[in-house]
């Protein structure tokens, strides 16, 4: 049986996609065992804010690590008490939906579904604070080059992927689905409030107030963050322009 566990503020959105057909039936049989954690129960103030404005500027809203890192902190305490060395060995993985994770593909999803436990991290509004793809997400995973409202949506599709591998949920693998995609930079990281976070700081450039300072800074770590995890889409670009950094 492989167990999920979904943090998310909607969790209502899940029980359409969840309730019905091979998902539905493959938690009847106990092929999958899938729960969702409200993340506003992980707050502590009476709005139940989970999140604050980026630091640096800039449109929208980052959410906050702490109520992110509190929920996955304590499921990994109820439901995988052996977790780090689980996670070694790829039996426990902690998973943050992202449009700048690695790409969804079936042989992901073949190796995602091998595991023991996943914990799924639904991102909204403008992103998630980086400090938990840093210290907190054993990977990041994106369903395609681009944007949703939030994180709930990728992870019914990497759930729905995902659990055709499971053994005995399907009786047969269905064919390898194609996807194409638009090209463009991954997005640089993203900061909010605290500023230092379990020893982990807010890049000093994004405190200057200097904001000709912080684009450029944005745009090195987009390009630096595409060559890294996406050396494809760097490549064709480069192809198609010349991308000068600053």
């Given at each position: ?140 995973v994106s369903v395609g080059d681009y944007v949703l409202t939030g994180g709930e949506l990728p992870a019914m599709v990497l759930v729905d992927c995902l659990a055709r591998f499971v053994p005995g949920v399907i009786g047969h693998e269905e064919a390898t689905h194609e996807e194409s995609f638009a090209q463009g930079w991954l997005e640089y990281p993203h900061y909010t409030r605290p500023s230092v976070f379990r020893g982990m700081a807010v890049p000093e450039v994004l405190r200057s ?38």
């Open positions: 049986m492989l167990q999920l566990d979904i943090v998310t503020i909607f969790p209502g959105m899940f029980a359409p996609v969840f309730g019905a057909s091979i998902l539905k039936r493959a938690q009847a049989s106990r092929r999958l065992r899938i729960r969702l954690h409200d993340l506003r129960d992980y707050t502590h103030d009476k709005h139940r804010k989970v999140d604050d404005r980026p630091y640096g500027g800039g449109p929208g809203m980052v959410m906050r690590p702490e109520p992110i890192f509190e929920a996955v902190e304590a499921i990994r305490r109820r439901t995988c008490a052996r977790h780090a060395a689980r996670a070694a060995t790829g039996g426990c993985q902690t998973i943050l939906m992202a449009p700048q994770g690695q790409q969804l593909t079936t042989p992901l999803a073949r190796e995602l579904a091998a595991s023991a436990h996943l914990i799924l991290i639904c991102g909204h509004y403008e992103g998630v604070d980086d400090r938990v793809a840093q210290a907190l997400a054993t990977r990041s107030g200097d904001h000709a300072r912080i684009a450029r800074w944005r745009k090195r770590q987009a390009a630096a963050r595409t060559a890294a995890q996406r050396p494809d889409l760097a490549r064709a670009l480069r192809n198609g322009r010349r991308h000068r950094a600053a």
